[in-house]
């Protein structure tokens, strides 16, 4: 069996005898490595991708309420009953 970490090849009992075992265990364990992520930064990037979603979703909104009314029109020209006209039917 290969040996990790240190904690993998000696006890923990052996390395610190004053120190609690979770306290050494904790100092042990692998830490995320490189820049801490600011969070104010953090947050600023998701408005801007919420901000971004939005956009777009309400581009998408507009575009199917043109479909809709084009639709509309077309059975009207066309002599097609409508969602409407099968509502009223009822």
Do not use: W
């Amino acid at each position: 069996m290969p040996y990790d970490t240190l904690k993998d090849f000696v006890p923990i009992e052996l390395m610190n005898p004053g120190v609690s075992k979770s306290l050494t265990r904790s100092a042990l364990a692998p830490h995320k490595r490189g820049r801490k992520s600011d969070p104010a930064i953090a947050e600023a990037r998701r408005v801007a991708d919420l901000t971004r979603e939005n956009d777009r979703l309400r581009r998408k909104l507009a575009q199917a309420h043109t479909i809709i009314d084009v639709q509309k029109k077309l059975c009207t020209l066309l002599g097609l009953p409508t969602a409407e006209d099968l509502k009223e039917q009822s």
